[in-house]
DNA sequence: TTGTATGCGTTATCAA
DNA sequence: TTGATAACGCATACAA
């Protein structure tokens, strides 16, 4: 560990350590000499000001965290790609959090983190109905808290969502014009925001279009690939939907399988689209449709509107929300047969 | 900012701050009703224990920091998930850095973190030929550290790497034998020990196979995606390969959209095959044939290794390198015609 | 412009 | 078993 404090360094230049601290902050009075002669021996003995002595002292620890449901996911990591660019330009660090959709995990990691680790939190939150009160608990000492993508609506703090609807409802009125009639829709986190959001407007199309909703055709999936596959391949035989619409990426990855395995043909078939932000969607086999949501830009932009938060509290309405848009990108996976 | 703290807890249930604090560590002599009376207090003030300040006290933060060439990124976004995993499980929090290849941002980073914020860390190096020295310098105090898949050679201490060179060795076979006479090489990081050992695979198997060496089919690629592209079209056309080997997986996609932006097919005209983690290669048109790093393997066993050294630090050989294997999966963008 | 003294919240040492 | 006190490294109010 590295021992060079401030003492030290005020021991080797025969000064006081305040003065010594002094070089280091801009506005404090200091002369120009001193204040070389510290920072040519701070370089020369390598010295790192201690984080968290400084942080104790200040009240802030210049660092945010980031909690998302998984890791190891395209879109979560375009996002905290997103974060992690703003963070660095500002100096911050980021502390990065998987639930793993695991609710405890969540009140967990927020409940921790309010003990000074982070100045700030941007969560896109887990995927079980729960009680969401925790975060109202800590009410007034609240850190400032940012969702993106997953929210909980009952929760009063600044957003940063896509336009679900209206690309659900875009996704499915594509499918209906390409001449779908059994539109299946893939759901999982039902209970979540997003997931009746999304739902919404695949249903409103629906009737829209005056196709009849059959609630047969929502399929219920799980976290689980391989079971989700099988499920799949149960419910293409059965139902026989002639087009399909994912409400996440990793659907429209099982779809695929599943169509391979029971040899339906997409777009013949099947067709399908679903909400993904992966950048080779063009090069599957067919070139997948999608509504490709800003992955990058909603971190980013969660990022702006946190440290606008903590730069400046009062300028920033906690219902403010702003909404990015996705885009449909209509690709073979849906094109007419 | 939680205000809840020790003097607080202890005010309010007439102890001293030293017996409240003790009430949060196993070890020290309490009275069991007291300790009770105390955690049941916290519990309904939620109290969290500062962090900052216990840590400066104790001079260690329960914290290692990841630091990676990129984020948004498949393979490493596994990797940290992998790290995430262990971490998590040990009670550590991460902190995340992206390079962007920089290399003056890895020295930023790795300085800054010897100030105590993290106890250790895991690197995969960012991707210039440079001075590692800095590394050195940091000599005794240096924070136990950690590399995974991009290494550098020079600097002493634990590894986690794939076996590159088998791989490498048996990609090119693979495509020797499903009749490729003009292996192109796509090469990034030819300074980087990684890129090298790669490059030496595929170079003895060629030898090995009485395949001649040819200068020309070694293809430097950027870090761009476009200009990629641009340059394997040029590439493609002037050279006529027959087969084509991607020492990382962007490479593999550039190689398909140069494809088909002048009709090369997949795999008549050309075989592809590349290292990728990428899930969903076998969704690919056509299905791409992959040298699979077990990437979340590969961080799980390097953030084990990191504990290892922070538990026990005499007890870890910071020469030990611990090589977890690659495996190939021949797909249809290798298929004999 | 520089130095002295104090406190941030916690833990450890020592005394009671 | 509990309490008083010092110290971790830094930053600031105040004094010089």
Redesign the pocket.
């Known amino acids: 560990m590295d ?1 060079v ?3 030290k360094l005020a021991q080797a230049l025969n ?5 010594v ?2 070089a ?2 801009d506005n ?4 120009k ?2 204040k070389e002669r510290i920072l040519a021996m701070a370089k020369e003995m390598n010295y790192q ?2 984080h968290y ?2 942080n ?4 802030k620890s210049k660092t945010i965290a980031i909690i998302v449901p998984e890791l190891g996911n395209n879109y979560f990591s375009l996002a905290i790609q997103g974060i992690e660019k703003v963070a660095s330009a500002k100096g911050y660090h980021i502390l990065v959090y998987s639930t793993n959709d695991q609710f405890e995990k969540e009140v967990s990691f927020i409940k921790h983190l309010h003990n000074g680790r982070a100045d700030g939190i941007i969560m896109s939150v887990s995927g079980e109905a729960n009680d969401h009160n925790y975060l109202n608990e800590l009410s007034k000492k609240r850190l400032p808290l940012v969702f993106f993508d997953r929210v909980y609506e009952d929760i009063i703090t600044p957003r940063v969502i896509t336009n679900d609807y209206d690309s659900s409802f875009s996704a499915t009125k594509h499918l209906i014009q390409q001449g779908c009639k059994r539109i299946a829709y893939l759901a999982v986190n039902k209970t979540l925001s997003i997931g009746k959001t999304r739902m919404q407007g695949y249903i409103d199309a629906l009737k829209k279009f005056k196709i009849p909703f059959n609630d047969e055709l929502i399929i219920d999936c799980t976290n689980n690939y391989k079971e989700n596959i099988e499920l799949l391949k149960q419910a293409f035989t059965n139902l026989k939907p002639d087009g399909v619409f994912t409400s996440v990426e990793r659907l429209a990855f099982a779809t695929y399988y599943a169509c391979y395995d029971i040899k339906l043909s997409i777009p013949d078939d099947l067709k399908v689209i679903g909400f993904s932000s992966l950048a080779i969607a063009p090069l599957l086999n067919p070139a997948l449709s999608t509504i490709t949501q800003p992955a990058a830009e909603l971190g980013k932009t969660a990022a702006e509107l946190l440290f606008k938060m903590l730069e400046n509290p009062s300028d920033v309405d906690l219902k403010s929300e702003v909404i990015l848009n996705s885009k449909l990108y209509p690709r073979e996976s849906t094109s007419k047969v």
Chains 1, 2 share one sequence.
Not at 15 to 19: A, F, G, N
Not at 28 to 31: E, R
Not at 56 to 59: A, M
């Open positions: 021992n404090n401030i003492k000064l006081s350590t305040s003065t601290s002094r280091f902050r404090s009075d200091i002369s000499e001193t000001p201690n002595a400084s104790l002292r200040e009240q």
